[in-house]
Every structure is written in C-alpha cells, then in structure tokens.
C-alpha cells in the first residue's frame, strides 16, 4: 500500500498508524493465513443496511495467486443478502481487482473510488 500511497503524495506514516488505530475493532478483523504463515489480514463490519471491508492487505509474496479472490469470495459468500461497500485508492490495481468480483463505482472522494458489490438476484 506504501507505495501507492507515495504515488499521490499521501503516505504518511503517523497518519496511516492513527487510521489502522482508530478503525481497529478485534471482533472485525481476520487474519489471513497460508500454509501455516500469516499472509495478511481483513476487517468485515456489519452495518444495518450493509456490510464494509476495509483494510484487506496481503503480504506481497501472496498476492497474484487467487489467495485474495478466495478470502473475498468466502466473505461474500457469508451473508450474500447484503450488499457490501469498500473504498480503494484511486489508480490502486485493487480497484479492477474488485470489479471482476462485481463491486461497482458508486462515489469517490479526493483520493478513494466508493464501490459497492449489490445483492446479487438470486435464481
């Protein structure tokens, strides 16, 4: 993400800490792990209409591997009744990652894209 964020002048490392501090809720987050190594973490939160993830983060020695997509598809696959929001840095490659799993642009701010992945009809 350090990178990223360096791209548009936004990596500030007591910032960043502030925010993960802030945001974090033990009960929301998840560790990621792949043979047997902490390979990242995510946090799900359940809101009355929706629910949100935010800091989906893998280790990039994990990324590229289908290790994202399956712990993304498990999430959706909890609650498929409920439509699930996130935001993502503008020009971040996580922003096509989402939207081949069916987010759709909904908003962006100064630096993030909002996306939303509705309900899906069932059949």
Known sequence: MRAH?????RFDPARRR????????????RLIEREGRTAGCVAVVAHPDHREIHSF??????????LGR?????IL???????????VLKGS??????????????GESAFDLLLE????PSA
Not at 57 to 65: C, F, I, K, N, S
Not at 117 to 120: I, K, Y
Request: charged share 35%; net charge positive; hydrophobic share 45%.
């Open 5 to 9: 964020l360096e791209r548009v002048g």
């Open 18 to 29: 502030a925010r993960m501090r802030a945001a974090f809720d033990p009960a929301a987050f």
């Open 57 to 66: 983060y893998l280790e990039p020695e994990a990324q590229g591997r289908g």
């Open 70 to 74: 399956a712990v993304l598809d498990a």
């Open 77 to 87: 696959a909890e609650q498929p009744d409920r439509p699930v929001r996130l935001e």
């Open 93 to 106: 490659p996580a922003a096509r990652f989402y939207e081949r799993a069916g987010f759709r642009l909904t």
């Open 117 to 120: 992945r509705p309900v899906r």
